[in-house]
């Protein structure tokens, strides 16, 4: 099976970015390398290793990317997208063991110090690196946002951070050769701590993309506003979606209709919807279906009664799929929690209790759903 135009062009990009990055960091890094031995700077030295760290995560990229597009088997139905935020975390270990290994050497240098030396030709390639740094990370970084690419946001977002650390090292020869201070050690140890707490930021990013963060609230939004649209949906609930890879993900949402509608019309309904998210964002979902009744004015003043009570208390954020039975007596809907409610089942005892006590003779069912997505 030939792979979609759009994850082929999404592929192309990557690569293209990542090679890009690979041949600028090794030139910067071997132009620093150079500089750095001549006027015996460390902050110059640590910059150069930094780019090659950063060739390195852009090697890395290109290597889980690949393993990322691999097709779905048996024992991993949903492929192994997923892959590439492991590679966003190995590239955040790279950069992690670059700062470190930059800490210790530049805190020896500010035990042991030496002179360092510059020339007009040294500080021109160090300007340049900047400028190069600055373009090249803007770059990827766009990149990255534009093909949903986790390792490239990771390393677009690094290279920005080497054109502060190149402005150090150039600010540390310019202070050296104007004042006749040397705090190559110093400046050395700034530049360690800015690349440790990058490495850090970006780490924690990939974990969130790991564990599963919350939908974005855009994004979110845009979804069911899509799903509301169809003229039968009275309402959107309870959207739930997984991320297995930057271009895949499966999901779940509830929707309303009228009571009245048969099995065929609901089968068109959601079976439109679902094609419609699929070819639109990509995403598989399943839909759950609520029934909704407000046959009589009896039914009608129930719900107004349960929904302002419900909404009143603390810690709950929506009342749905409201049901009422009138024939069998019996009330059933959904209650949208707060994180902060610890305690549920209590909360329900609550609620059950109340209304049971308003409508007597009535059963009540009642479903806590987490809040998922806003």
Known sequence: MNKPKKQIRR??????TSIIGIIANIILSAFKLVIGLLSSSIAIMLDALNNLSDALSSIVTIVGMKLALRPADKGHPYGHGRIEYLTGMIISFIVLFAGLTALKESINKIIHPTKATYTTVMLLIIIVAIVVKIILGKYTKTTGERVHSTSLIASGTDALFDSIVSSSTLLSALISIIFKVNLD??????????????????????LNDILGARIDKEYSQMIKEEIRADENVLGVYDLSLHNYGPEHMVGSVHIAVKEDLKAKDI???????????????????????????????DILEMKQKISNYVISIFGIIQ???LYINIEKKEIDFDIVVDFEVKNIKLLKEKLINHIKNEFEGYSVSIMADTDMSD
């Open 11 to 16: 592929e192309e990009q990557i690569i293209k």
């Open 185 to 206: 050690g110093i400046i050395g140890s700034i530049i360690a701590v800015i690349i440790v707490k990058a490495g850090i930021q970006m780490l924690l990013n990939t």
């Open 267 to 297: 089968f068109a309904i959601t079976r439109a919807l679902t094609t419609k998210m699929y070819l639109k964002y990509g995403v598989t979902l399943t839909f759950g279906i609520y029934a909704i009744n407000d046959r009589n004015s």
């Open 319 to 321: 009342i749905h799929a």
